[in-house]
């Protein structure tokens, strides 16, 4: 393939040199259904056409609402082949975001998902007086504002494609807002091929690859990372519509490669351990030895005839049945949004798979940092891409080693959409991208992202906790579903903790125990203590949590308190619990489940 400059050339390239390989795969009552990359050229002209009829031209904003299925790229390319703008969306975004998105960036049409998100849509049009169609993914072909309708009576016309300019902006992507409102992100397409081109030298992949994409696209990670790069190179996507039916869509379609959260992996692992607890000692041994050896085994050690033969017996046993679980092909997974926690990675190279972890933002287009093909380092977030340079900025912090990270390079984006205040902010003297996060180098030069600037709090002794990382390891535990550390100006830190209601169920029946009110259980409560205890031993005591509050809900993004991208919302959870967590520092501080120190 020629190196293209733009959307528009990397689709268009890419569907003529794999015309009859499958592209995307939609699960039917019959089975899986593929779209070839020869269908997908001629239903994004057809789409082209169906677009430029709603009068959409170079500029105008493009909204896509929705899951992902074949619409979307078709939709994405279509827009981008009339130099307009994407600015995608999540269907599972609270209405009121959608229209401060919406008027944010001054869409002219959306593109909606689902009868209710187009219902919505279609009401809020009287006060955006920008939004000028409205069609429904989903609405009967009969109905002018389908989008069936649409891409039939364009595929009656021809319309070449435009080649927009690199530097024109591509989309406009919102970040999550875990507070305040999203802010646009400004992308061009100069900055999506960077990116693509750039992972692609690092981590080279074939045609012949199959992914399961079940990450939205509306995020980089999603969009970028798995869509855009794996219709670069011609891979095969099948798309999964329901998170809760993932593991049967993995069994039934055995992907290659996985683009992934660490979250996913994180309750594979639970699960396994959560299984295990309830085998015989002599099964729970042969595990963790043969976990052990197949570690030692990948950190080049020497591993004798004795922990071999362990090591078969747990893959038997074991091992085999997770990896038949995951489809029996799996080879790689590029994980990002967040760090994976060494037990869980060291568990998954136990299973075969590799993991590569990278690290980026929306502002960097995607990846910034990657682990390289062949030389993986575990608990960091690899080097920099191609092209791109990091800088820790300690000045920040004080500290001679720790620091913000700022990134340069053709990836990082043009700006934020109308907020020269934050723009402003944003960017160093030099032009670096400020990312909030904070880092450092290791000796092997491997990026190690240890917070979010803003999400650190300072105890009443001056001492400063970092939650993420405690949050991270606290969910590891087969039985902790979701974590909130709190602790800002008070004398020490609490944790807010969400149960896996699956695997207290399965603990209270093989104890014995009749579970009451999860929340005020004192068996339980000694239970989650223990499980934190034991998983923040590795953290400085005035990090650890010395109390605990157990709630029912979830975190989800239902009911507001996660992102679309499943980001913690911490002040809207703080708010919602405030007693709670007040009540964790009263006397006497026995009744709360608190910890020794």
Not at 404 to 419: D, F, L, Q, T
Not at 465 to 491: D, T, W
Not at 504 to 522: K, M, N, T, V, Y
Request: with cysteine; charged share 20%; net charge negative.
């Amino acid at each position: 393939m020629l190196n293209p400059r733009t959307l528009v050339e990397l689709y268009q390239q890419s569907c003529v040199d794999n015309a009859e390989r499958p592209a995307f795969g939609t699960r039917r009552q019959k089975g899986w259904e593929w779209l070839s990359y020869g269908e997908l050229l001629r239903r994004v002209d057809a789409a082209r056409v169906g677009l430029a009829g709603l009068g959409v031209g170079p500029g105008d904003k493009v909204a896509i609402i929705a899951r992902n299925r074949v619409e979307w790229p078709i939709a994405c390319y279509a827009a981008a082949g009339l130099g307009a703008v994407v600015v995608p969306m999540y269907e599972k975004q609270l209405p009121s975001e959608w229209r401060f998105i919406l008027g944010d960036a001054g869409a002219k049409v959306a593109l909606v998902s689902g009868a209710l998100a187009f219902s919505a849509v279609t009401a809020m049009q009287a006060e955006l007086l920008e939004l000028d169609h409205v069609v429904g993914l989903d609405q009967p072909e009969a109905d002018p504002r389908s989008w069936a309708a649409l891409e039939r009576l364009g595929s009656l016309a021809e319309l070449p494609p435009v080649t927009p300019a690199p530097d024109a902006v591509a989309q406009i992507i919102y970040t999550s807002g875990t507070t305040g409102q999203p802010k646009g992100v400004l992308l061009t397409h100069a900055n999506f091929i960077a990116d693509i081109e750039a992972m692609r030298k690092v981590f080279p992949i074939e045609p012949e690859e199959r992914t399961v994409s079940f990450l939205p696209w509306a995020h980089v990670l999603g969009q970028i990372g798995e869509l855009h790069h794996g219709v670069a190179v011609g891979i095969s996507m099948a798309l999964n519509d329901e998170l809760t039916r993932l593991l049967e869509d993995i069994q039934e379609v055995r992907p290659t490669l996985l683009v992934a959260v660490p979250s996913v992996f994180n309750r594979i692992h639970a699960s396994v351990v959560r299984q295990i607890a309830h085998k015989s000692k002599l099964v729970q041994r042969l595990f963790a030895d043969g976990l052990a050896t197949a570690t030692h085994q990948h950190h080049g050690e020497h591993v004798g005839l004795l922990e071999r033969l362990e090591l078969a017996v747990d893959d038997r046993l074991i091992l085999a049945k997770v990896r038949d679980k995951l489809g029996g092909r799996l080879k790689w997974v590029f994980c990002g949004g967040a760090s994976l926690g060494r037990e869980v990675a060291e568990f998954i190279d136990s299973l075969g798979i590799t993991v590569h972890e990278g690290y980026g933002l929306t502002e960097t287009s995607c990846t910034a940092t990657l682990q390289p093909k062949g030389a993986r380092k575990i608990g960091t977030a690899g080097q920099p891409l191609p092209g791109v340079m990091v800088d820790i900025d300690t000045l920040v912090t004080g500290d001679p080693r720790i620091g913000e990270v700022v990134i340069y390079g053709p990836i990082v984006m043009k700006g934020y959409h109308n907020r020269p205040r934050e723009n402003a902010a944003a960017f160093t003297p030099d032009g670096g991208l400020r990312t909030g996060d904070l880092g450092y180098f290791d000796d092997d030069g491997y990026l190690v992202i240890t917070g979010r600037i803003k999400e650190q709090f300072k105890l009443d002794n001056g001492k400063y906790v970092m939650p993420m990382p405690i949050e991270e390891a606290i969910k590891l535990s087969p039985y902790i579903k979701n974590v909130l550390l709190y602790g800002a100006n008070r004398p020490y830190c609490v944790a807010l903790l969400v149960p896996d209601v699956t695997a207290i169920e399965e603990w209270a029946a093989a104890s014995g125990i009749r579970l009451g009110d999860l929340g005020q259980d004192p068996r339980l409560h000694e239970l989650m203590q223990r499980e934190v205890h034991q998983r923040c031993q590795d953290f400085p005591a005035f990090q650890r949590p010395r109390a605990v509050a157990v709630v029912g809900e979830d975190f989800s993004t239902d009911n507001g308190l996660l992102t679309p991208t499943l980001k913690l919302k911490r002040q809207r959870v703080v708010e919602r619990y405030l007693d709670r967590l007040e009540q964790l520092y009263q006397p006497p501080p026995g009744e709360h489940g608190v910890a020794a120190p």
